[in-house]
């Protein structure tokens, strides 16, 4: 069976995050993406796991993944999965004397290379690998050059692509050729536009927690789905200040200081991704370029936010209609898209053509896009 997921967010106890992140509204939007599993996030906090253990809708047919991020001591972020939350509990026990907020943080700080923290995960039965690997900040490559770098000895379960990437940002890097890439939306709001922005589909033997890390474990992934990689905001090589672009050559010459303003320029992934393949592109999974449908239609009526009244009451009746956004994005057919809406059937229609102009985000800043 194939199973949709979205295996990395937050929840409301980390910075930056909604007060809504909470589990009924993360597992509505779930529903109304057309997710089959979520991750919980955030499963190193005690309060959490006690939020989702207390969670009445966990039996509504969304499968949840005991989940959680942290940061090792190189400042390199890894995602962690979990068959239940009571290995997150030992594992909070084992991480308690090397990390000081882990009961007041969802995604904590933890003293520890990468490898001592991926021996303690295996030694649970979870898995553990780079979370949006390619970034200029907290990750793999913003470090090392290879996964051993991080992880040593221990083995890399799977890659998390980061939303300024899809699966050809590392098929020709040699060290990743047998490692599962993975596409998570690292949402920190259960809106639409957030949530399940990016998602996994698994060939699942059984739809249970082990059911979605064995797929995992054996590379089982049908097809990523996500932005195109310039919408993110590290996808160009740009000043992390007022976001000019330069070529990486350009950037290098200057010492990575802007000549306009002296902000740091970042490497970009895209120049990041080519620096690292040395080696013949392997061929993936297929991966979907997708656009979240409350950002097409907010780009269709031609209005300045996706939560407007107007947007809202339209992406309603294509889930009435459709059942939920991925079968609009990927599935109905054209013709049934126009009855409810020809502007967002024909945006749609460009979108799985691969009809969009991209303006590349960089140094922080998301890129943008439109419709010819």
């Not at 009924?24 to 005690?46: E, H, M, N, Q, T």
């Not at 909070?92 to 882990?102: G, Y």
């Not at 996706?306 to 990927?330: H, K, M, N, S």
């Not at 749609?348 to 102009?357: D, K, Y």
């Amino acid at each position: 069976m194939d199973l949709a997921c979205d295996l990395h967010l937050h929840s409301a106890f980390s910075i930056a995050t909604s007060p809504r992140m909470l589990p009924g509204p993360i597992l509505l939007a779930c529903r109304r993406k057309g997710l089959g599993a979520v991750g919980s996030g955030d499963a190193l906090l005690p309060g959490w796991r006690a939020a989702w253990e207390r969670c009445r809708e966990r039996g509504s047919g969304t499968l949840v993944v005991p989940s959680a991020e942290v940061e090792d001591r190189d400042r390199i972020h890894h995602l962690i999965l979990m068959e239940d939350f009571s290995g997150f509990a030992s594992l909070q026990e084992a991480f308690s004397v090397h990390s000081r907020d882990l009961l007041t943080t969802g995604r904590p700080r933890v003293r520890l290379s990468g490898e001592e923290i991926a021996r303690s995960v295996h030694a649970r039965g979870g898995l553990v690998g780079p979370a949006h690997a390619f970034t200029p900040w907290t990750s793999l490559y913003a470090r090392y050059d290879t996964p051993a770098g991080a992880y040593g000895a221990e083995p890399v379960d799977f890659l998390e692509l980061g939303l300024s990437a899809d699966s050809s940002y590392g098929a020709a890097v040699p060290e990743l050729y047998a490692i599962p890439f993975l596409s998570h939306s690292d949402a920190h709001s259960p809106d639409p536009a957030s949530c399940g922005r990016e998602f996994s589909v698994l060939s699942v033997r059984e739809v249970t927690v082990p059911g979605v890390l064995e797929a995992i474990s054996r590379g089982g992934v049908v097809m990523n789905a996500g932005l195109f990689p310039e919408e993110g905001k590290y996808n160009r090589t740009a000043c992390s200040r007022c976001y000019r672009q330069f070529g990486a050559g350009e950037a290098a010459a200057l010492s990575w200081r802007c000549p306009d303003d002296g902000g740091r320029i970042k490497k970009g992934v895209l120049d990041r991704s080519r620096e690292l393949s040395t080696g013949a592109a392997r061929t993936r999974p297929p991966y979907l370029h997708t656009i979240p449908l409350v950002q097409v239609i907010q780009r269709v009526l031609g209005v300045s936010s996706p939560r407007t009244r107007g947007v809202q009451a339209l992406y309603d009746r294509f889930l009435d209609q459709f059942g939920d956004e991925i079968r609009v994005l990927a599935g109905a057919a054209p013709g049934d898209l126009a009855a409810v809406h020809p502007g967002v059937a024909g945006a749609v229609r460009a979108l799985r053509e691969g009809r969009v102009l991209l303006t590349a985000g960089g140094g922080g800043r998301y890129g943008s896009f439109a419709f010819p």
